[in-house]
T-cell receptor, first 116, second 115 residues
Framework: AQTVTQSQPEMSVQEAETVTLSCTYD???????LFWYKQPPSRQMILVIR??????QNATENRFSVNFQKAAKSFSLKISDSQLGDTAMYFC?????????????FGGGTRLMVKP | GAVVSQHPSRVICKSGTSVKIECRSL??????MFWYRQFPKQSLMLMAT?????????EQGVEKDKFLINHASLTLSTLTVTSAHPEDSSFYIC???????????FGPGTRLTVT
């Protein structure tokens, strides 16, 4: 079974600054996907970024980027130029490649507060 | 594309009654749908996975007779909470995926309050 750990229950950052959210996972699989989801106060889950484990290049989506360290089983999310709208819960998630039904395993979440 | 809706968004029911929550994929065919439960300030907990036309697969500790899941078509799955109790009060989220890729698309959630 896979486990996903987010060691920072809460974080805060000043608007326009950069913040990094940590995520580690444990798996014996060699081929898998990793995701970061955002859940704002509306509680709608929004996909922020995804990474295929076979790709060495770190994924980037505008202000969001990841630092994927496969050997260390680490998948951190960096948010640059933080905006007030980034205030939300952030969940790291794991999906085994080829898994029947594409099941996600979520971490416990990090609550991010962006301060003006 | 890839929009998932849930209905209702909020529901209040009395203890002992049953309540049905619908999850629809609006613009794609969902071969698999998932039901999650989320308590305040906690992560999403997978309750069950359902494939169209077959029985749902429930996670350990989830009572299948209490949480009835039906995936009757490629665009609709329903979760029925039977004989609801106050401890069933929670936020229920569905998601859907399609064969062509590995993403899950999430619905907006349903807040259930049992009085």
């Amino acid at each position: 079974a896979q486990t996903v750990t987010q060691s920072q229950p809460e974080m805060s950052v000043q608007e326009a600054e950069t913040v990094t959210l940590s995520c580690t996972y444990d798996t014996s699989e060699s081929n898998y996907y990793l995701f970061w989801y955002k859940q704002p106060p509306s509680r709608q889950m929004i996909l922020v970024i995804r990474q295929e484990a076979y790709k060495q290049q770190n994924a980037t989506e505008n202000r969001f980027s990841v630092n994927f360290q496969k050997a260390a089983k680490s998948f951190s999310l960096k948010i640059s130029d933080s905006q007030l709208g980034d205030t939300a819960m952030y969940f790291c998630a794991f999906m085994k490649h080829g898994d029947a039904g594409n099941m996600l395993t979520f971490g416990g979440g990090t609550r991010l507060m962006v301060k003006p | 594309g890839a929009v998932v809706s849930q209905h209702p968004s909020r529901v209040i029911c009395k203890s002992g009654t049953s309540v049905k929550i619908e999850c629809r994929s609006l613009d794609f065919q969902a071969t698999t749908m998932f039901w999650y439960r989320q308590f305040p300030k906690q992560s999403l907990m997978l309750m069950a996975t359902s494939n169209e036309g077959s029985k749902a697969t429930y996670e350990q500790g989830v009572e299948k007779d209490k949480f009835l899941i039906n995936h009757a078509s490629l665009t609709l799955s329903t979760l029925t909470v039977t004989s609801a109790h106050p401890e069933d009060s929670s936020f229920y989220i569905c998601s859907a995926s399609r064969d062509t890729n590995y993403e899950q698309y999430f619905g907006p959630g349903t807040r259930l309050t049992v009085t």
